[in-house]
C-alpha cells in the first residue's frame, strides 16, 4: 500500500523570516489555525533564533505557549513544530511547548558557518547531542541535512557529505531525516538519486524533502522525491520563503499547489484546497505583492474548482 503522504507546513516559519514586514502575533495565530483547519498534518511556527538576527521570529516562543498551551483552542489534527539550532534554543522549545522539534545541519561547509557560525562537523556533534535530547523529552524529533542538492556559495555539494551526515542521524538512532534544497540547486534525477542512497541506509528511515524553487524546478522535485520513496512534503503558503543566510533567498514550493497537483491524483483529497487559497490570497493582502504560488491566482484546474468557495 503506499503510504500517506504528510504535509508538513513551514510557512509560518520558512515563509516569513525573509520578510521586511513583520506578521503581527494575531495575524500569524490567524494563518497557523486556518492551516491547521485547513487539514494540514504539521505545522512549523516559528524558530528559536535571536531575536535581533531574525525579527521576524522575535515571537515564537509566545506563539507556542498559545497555541499549545492546555485548554487551548485546536482547530484541525496538526502538530505544532519549530526550529531549534542549538541547545538553548531547544530548552526554550521544550519551556514553550513545541510538539515537533526539527533540527538540521548544512553540508556545505561556508552555509553552515553563515547559519550557525559552526563548521558541519562541530554542528553535526552538537545538533545530533541536541535531538537525542529532545526525544529524551518525549518530543516527536525530525532531523535534517541543508543544502544537500547544492550550495549557492560553494556550487555543488558532495553527496557523500550529504550522507555522512545522515549516518550520524541514524547511527544515533533518528530516522525521520528530511533532506532541504536550500539554495534551490537540486534537479529531479538527482532528487532520484540521493533519496534513492539515504533511504538505503536503514529500512526504518521516514524521510521528508524541502524544495526551494529558485530555478522553477520545485514541483518537478516534489514528484521525483516522492517516486524514491520520500512521505513527507515540506511547503510554504503561497510560495513564501528563502534562508535569509544564503546567496540567493528564493520561495518554497506553494502548500496551495502541491496539494493542488495531489488531488489531481487522487490523493490528500481530505485537505481543504480553497481554505489553503484562502490564506493565500490573504497572505498577498498582507504584504501587498504578488506571491509566488500559481494557484491561489488561477484558481483549481476544472476537475477541482468544484471544492472553492465563491469569491
Not at 494540514?40 to 498551551?69: C, I, N, Y
Not at 511547548?97 to 538540521?104: K, R, S
Amino acid at each position: 500500500m503506499t503510504p500517506r503522504i504528510v504535509l508538513h507546513e513551514v510557512g509560518p516559519r520558512d515563509g516569513l523570516q525573509v520578510e521586511k514586514a513583520v506578521a503581527p502575533t494575531e495575524t500569524k495565530l490567524r494563518w497557523i489555525g486556518a492551516l491547521s483547519e485547513a487539514g494540514l498534518d504539521v505545522v512549523q511556527a516559528g524558530s528559536f533564533v535571536h531575536p535581533e538576527k531574525v525579527p521576524q521570529m522575535a515571537d515564537t516562543d509566545e506563539l507556542f505557549r498559545r497555541l499549545t498551551a492546555p485548554g487551548a483552542e485546536r482547530k484541525g489534527h496538526a502538530l505544532y513544530s519549530g526550529l531549534v539550532l542549538n541547545e538553548k534554543g531547544l530548552d526554550r522549545a521544550l519551556a514553550c511547548g513545541v510538539e515537533m522539534v526539527c533540527l538540521g545541519v548544512s553540508a556545505s561547509e561556508t552555509h553552515s558557518r553563515k547559519n550557525t557560525g559552526m563548521g558541519v562537523a562541530e554542528a553535526t556533534g552538537r545538533i545530533v547531542a541536541t535531538a537525542k535530547k529532545a526525544v529524551e523529552a518525549g518530543r516527536k524529533v525530525q532531523v535534517s541535512v541543508q543544502s544537500a542538492f547544492g550550495c549557492g556559495f560553494e556550487g555543488a555539494v558532495p553527496e557523500e557529505n550529504v550522507l555522512a551526515i545522515a549516518r550520524s542521524y541514524v547511527d544515533a538512532g533518528l530516522l525521520t531525516i528530511s533532506l532541504a534544497d536550500t539554495a534551490g540547486h537540486a534537479c529531479p534525477a538527482q532528487v532520484e538519486r540521493l533519496f534513492g542512497r539515504l533511504l538505503e541506509l536503514d529500512p526504518g528511515i521516514e524521510a521528508a524533502c524541502h524544495f526551494h524553487d529558485t530555478y522553477g524546478a520545485g514541483m518537478a522535485n516534489v514528484w521525483a522525491a516522492l517516486r524514491a520513496g520520500v512521505v513527507t512534503v515540506e511547503s510554504s503558503f503561497a510560495g513564501l520563503g528563502g534562508c535569509p543566510f544564503t546567496k540567493v533567498a528564493a520561495g518554497n514550493v506553494a502548500t496551495e499547489d502541491v496539494v493542488h497537483t495531489l488531488q489531481r491524483e487522487g490523493k490528500r483529497t481530505d485537505v481543504d484546497l480553497a481554505r489553503l487559497i484562502e490564506i493565500a490570497r490573504d497572505v498577498e493582502s498582507f504584504f501587498g505583492r504578488e506571491m509566488p504560488g500559481r494557484v491561489h491566482r488561477t484558481g483549481p484546474a476544472p476537475q477541482l474548482r468544484k471544492q472553492e468557495s465563491p469569491a
